[in-house]
């Protein structure tokens, strides 16, 4: 519960912003890559337009896992390499890995990119011999939790008021054997 404590540490209260009118962008083939130090006010301006209900991680936050060897960041772009979504998974001791955000620009939601890019983790923390991974999601986030048991992840605890303003998680876990 400890590492817990310490992500749950990273956010801070989100700030208000104007509803945001959307427009679903137009189809188009996306790719994954990965999200480096280089990244950084991209993924930022991201992550504000994906979570803009609640905590959002800080500028402090990002720089830390752009810059934590045992971070691993990944960005799905456009064919004119425009993020549009985004994750962090940080890699444990004893072969466990943290999902620790994802986020996809509204304009490209249901479009199966957060699965993409699941499974994309999924695979590269295989081939790393990671066998559990696990996540917190908010109880009020149904959509996410929709997106992780799709992906076959299970609520494993339910943690009492984790969020700064209050709210509980679910701890969700995989295993990925
Ligand atoms: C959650 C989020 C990442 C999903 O991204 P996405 O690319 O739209 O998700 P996908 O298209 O891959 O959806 C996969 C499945 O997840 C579930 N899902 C995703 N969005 C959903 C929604 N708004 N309502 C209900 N189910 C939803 C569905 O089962 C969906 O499958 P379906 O479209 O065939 O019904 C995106 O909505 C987002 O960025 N939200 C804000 C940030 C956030 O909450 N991140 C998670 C923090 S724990």
Redesign the pocket.
């Given at each position: 519960m400890a590492f817990l404590e310490t992500i749950r540490n990273f956010f801070v209260p989100g700030s208000y912003y104007e509803p945001e009118l959307i427009v679903p962008a137009p189809t188009m083939a996306y790719s994954i890559r990965p999200l480096t130090v280089e990244h950084q006010k991209q993924v930022l301006r991201l992550n504000l337009r994906?979570?803009r209900k609640g905590d959002n991680y800080t500028k402090y936050t990002f720089d830390y896992l752009l810059s934590e060897p045992r971070t691993l960041g990944y960005r799905v772009v456009t064919p004119t390499d425009e993020m549009v979504?985004f994750a962090f998974v940080m890699l444990k001791i004893q072969n466990a890995a943290h999902l620790t955000?994802?986020?996809?620009?509204?304009e490209?939601?249901?479009?199966?990119?957060?699965?993409?890019?699941?499974r994309h983790i999924e695979h590269g923390l295989k081939n790393r011999d990671v066998g559990t991974i696990m996540?917190?999601?908010?109880v009020s986030?149904?959509?996410?939790q929709?997106?992780?048991?799709?992906c076959g992840y299970t609520i494993v605890q339910r943690v009492n008021k984790y969020y700064s303003n209050g709210e509980d998680c679910f701890l969700m876990m995989k295993s990925l054997y």
């Open positions: 994906c979570f979504g955000t994802i986020g996809i620009a509204p490209h939601r249901r479009r199966g990119l957060a699965i993409d890019l699941m996540l917190e999601v908010r986030n149904s959509s996410a929709d997106l992780y048991k799709r």
